[in-house]
């Protein structure tokens, strides 16, 4: 019989260790900056659970995958430049730290840092969506660091009366539970930060509050279907919550996340113009066959409305310095068939356009209607 010595034994375990830790280094090369998923945690059927149990469960599924987000940048005063920070709340995509927030949480951000439960990472922004009020931005964790990726729903289908539940940091209090319902649906507000009207949103009178914007809202069953970003209070920005909260809907952040992630941006068309409402003294004073549309100011060099051949209005300005309409170019009056009066017309009218389609402007020309194809292009950087 064959026997083996001490020091046989010896080199056999030093050789397996040394296996071992190769093996063990590959794979957290294979792993850099890649978390581990955790597994979800149940949650009954909320039609057999209480509603207190339905709501336990609920959070502790989803809260430890949502994050406190501090954004320190700084602010311009008529005295110059000062340290500013605020704070926002986010929710994890993915295994890769992914996470998704609201755009003007991280507007203007020099540096960003993300809690995840007790602990604290640096984070950048990946991409940002102005329009929508979305941004996904990425934390800078240590290899297997493991997270709860909090589960994405869809928003169509949703009813007024519904339950909901919110989860973030309002005042900086983390990972705060407020429950409600869906008040209304479809509510358009004005974002000041991408300058228009964002449309389709969830109102909810579930407690929403500052640093509550960028977290999710869950339904019954646990899965974010909306992303919560405004309130209306009679206090103004930065008062508390009255029962009116506003929500993204989760089918907008479904169809831009794969964009904002491997692009940072979303594609969308643009005419190529410059443009104001047309006023009622204006086309009283013009003596105009119309009352309403957009007026072409500038042409952009490059896109489709110069290619097509649109004219802008000419400009000059008076003794005072004030802007005088020395002769009305264009007017748009519809794209496709949809009435342009304001600039969230003309956004609308856009909205389900990609770059590279032609789209079909009628114009008033020198008091004349005329319809000019024009071939969309995309939006520019400093226009997103």
């Known amino acids: 019989m064959y026997r083996v010595s001490g020091k046989q034994l010896l080199a056999v375990g030093l050789l397996s260790a040394l296996a071992a ?27 057999v659970a209480t509603d207190e149990q339905n709501n336990i469960e609920v959070y502790r599924a989803a809260s430890p995958g949502v994050v406190n987000i501090t954004a320190k940048g700084y602010q311009e005063t008529l005295f110059g430049l000062y340290p500013s920070q605020g704070s926002g709340s986010g929710s994890i995509l993915d295994d890769h730290g992914h996470i998704l927030t609201n755009y003007h949480v991280v507007q203007n951000a020099r540096e960003l840092e993300v809690q995840i439960e007790n602990d604290k990472f640096s984070a950048t922004v990946v991409g940002t969506d102005r329009d929508d009020d979305l941004a996904v931005i990425r934390a800078d964790l240590p290899r297997g660091y493991k997270l709860t990726i909090v589960n994405r729903g869809k928003s169509s289908g949703l009813q007024v009366g519904q339950k909901v539940l919110a989860i973030g940091n309002p005042f900086g209090f983390q990972r705060t539970l407020t429950t409600g319902v869906i008040s209304g649906l479809e509510r358009p507000l004005y974002d000041p930060a991408a300058q228009h009207t964002i449309n389709g949103l969830i109102q909810t009178d579930a407690s929403i509050n500052p640093g509550n914007s960028g977290g999710p809202l869950l339904n019954a069953k646990g899965e974010m279907i909306g992303i919560n970003t405004a309130i209306l209070s009679p206090n103004g920005q930065g008062g508390g919550s009255v029962g009116i909260g506003f929500a993204v809907p989760v089918d907008i952040a479904n169809r831009v996340i794969p964009e904002l992630v491997s692009k940072g941006y979303v594609s969308r068309p643009w005419l190529g113009v410059g443009s104001v409402p047309l006023s009622r003294n ?13 007026i072409v100011t500038q042409i952009y060099r490059g896109g489709g409305a110069a290619a097509a051949g649109l004219r802008p209005a000419v400009v000059g300005r008076s003794f005072w310095g004030d802007a ?5 170019g264009d007017v748009i009056l519809s794209i496709d068939g949809k009435k342009v009066a304001s600039a969230d017309d003309l956004q609308n009218a856009l909205q389900d356009k990609r770059p590279g389609e032609t789209v079909n402007v009628e114009l008033l ?20």
């Open 324 to 328: 005088v309409l020395r002769e009305l």
């Open 21 to 47: 830790a190769i093996i063990v280094s590959c794979a957290q090369r294979i792993l850099d900056r890649k978390g581990v998923a955790i597994e979800p945690t149940a949650i009954a059927d909320p039609s």
């Open 282 to 294: 204006v086309a009283l004073r013009l003596d105009l066959p119309i009352n309403e549309g957009m």
């Open 365 to 384: 020309r020198q008091r004349n209607r005329v319809t000019v194809p024009v071939k969309l292009s995309e939006r520019p950087p400093e226009e997103r």
